[in-house]
């Protein structure tokens, strides 16, 4: 089965600077799409960032970036020159096309320090 | 476009009663999935509507819940009889078919007393 691990509980950044969350998976399938999703206090979720498992360039969306290390199953984000706004939770989350579900991790806490 | 919707926001009641959360997913969305997210936790999918037939339901708790998705639209989560443990935010999401993207409602915030 699949699991999708967030060791990170909660993470502190100051403003302007960056911050890497961490994720890891399992999986036996090689075609699989992997998000982070942010989740301010108002808990409306919201996709940051996606990667398709194929594609072997990381993602980036302005301040986000991924790594991802597919062989060591790695999924981390990078945010760069921290906002007060990006403070929220964050999800990682797995997505299959054989059974369009999703599988999300635990979450990370991301605090932003003025 | 209008984003997926959910009703009410905020829900009260006390244990043994019963609770209905509708879900309105994006025009056009054929994929909608229902959640229960309980404080500090990450989403756990609670059903799959695929149109209007279920695709995975295996996380819910059909004794006291259930859910119809009529006509392939829109959707209602029922619960009945309310447990304590049901406190939780319970949050819809939808995706067109073949698209990996899901987007989210706003969810419902449940207050069991």
């Known amino acids: 089965a699949q699991t999708v691990t967030q060791s990170q509980p909660e993470m502190s950044v100051q403003e302007a600077e960056t911050v890497t969350l961490s994720c890891t998976y399992d999986t036996s399938e090689s075609d699989y799409y992997l998000f982070w999703y942010k989740q301010p206090p108002s808990r409306q979720m919201i996709l940051v960032i996606r990667q398709e498992a194929y594609k072997q360039q990381n993602a980036t969306e302005n301040r986000f970036s991924v790594n991802f290390q597919k062989a060591a199953k790695s999924f981390s984000l990078k945010i760069s020159d921290s906002q007060l706004g990006d403070a929220a939770m964050y999800f990682c989350a797995y997505f299959t096309s054989g059974t369009y579900k999703y599988i999300f991790g635990t979450g990370t806490r991301l605090k932003v320090l003025a | ?113």
């Not at chain 2, 997913?25 to 209007?52: M, R």
């Not at chain 2, 999401?93 to 706003?106: D, H, L």
């Open chain 2, 1 to 113: 476009e209008a984003g997926v919707a959910q009703s009410p926001r905020y829900k009260i009641i006390e244990k043994r009663q019963s609770v209905a959360f509708w879900c309105n997913p994006i025009s056009g969305h054929a994929t909608l999935y229902w959640y229960q997210q309980i404080l500090g936790q990450g989403p756990k999918l609670l059903i799959q509507f695929q149109n209007n037939g279920v695709v995975d339901d295996s996380q819910l708790p059909k004794d006291r819940f259930s859910a119809e998705r009529l006509k392939g639209v829109d959707s209602t989560l029922k619960i009945q009889p309310a447990k304590l443990e049901d406190s939780a935010v319970y949050l819809c999401a939808s995706n067109m078919g073949g698209q990996e993207t899901q987007y989210f409602g706003p969810g419902t915030r449940l207050l069991v007393l």
